[in-house]
């Protein structure tokens, strides 16, 4: 098991950037896929991203492709996520999450406890 640990959420205005970390420790994850997702208030869980082990391919939700990056460091043991051009529907809970069999198949095994994303209009 590993454990996660979000970072860089915040209160930003719409049209604005941030980048979020997703560190782990107890073990590595370079061998996992890693993805991140987010819950907005009253609102189920939704995928926004995932990565491979190796970073060499990615997925996006429709809803964020062309305005968010995902990205990873293995020698930091570190996943990001870039966000560019938010909105105020993009204001949620994020959370990383890694292990599983792909970064295709949206079922990870370890999660972190997230942070709040909040962009104001």
């Known amino acids: 098991q590993v454990h996660l640990v979000e970072s860089g959420g915040g209160l930003v205005q719409a049209g604005a950037s941030l980048r979020l970390s997703c560190a782990a420790a107890?073990?590595?994850?370079?061998?996992?896929?890693v993805g991140w997702f987010r819950r907005a208030r009253g609102k189920e869980r939704e995928f926004v991203a995932s990565?491979?082990?190796?970073?060499?391919?990615?997925d996006y939700a429709s809803s964020v492709k062309g305005r968010f990056t995902i990205s990873r460091d293995n020698a930091k043991n570190t996943v990001y996520l870039q966000m560019s051009s938010l909105k105020p529907d993009d204001t949620a809970v994020y959370s990383c999450a890694a292990g599983g069999a792909s970064y295709t198949t949206r079922d990870f095994d370890d999660w972190g406890q997230g942070t709040q994303v909040t962009v104001s209009s």
């Open positions: 107890g073990r590595s994850f370079e061998c996992d896929p």
């Open positions: 990565i491979s082990w190796n970073g060499g391919h990615t």
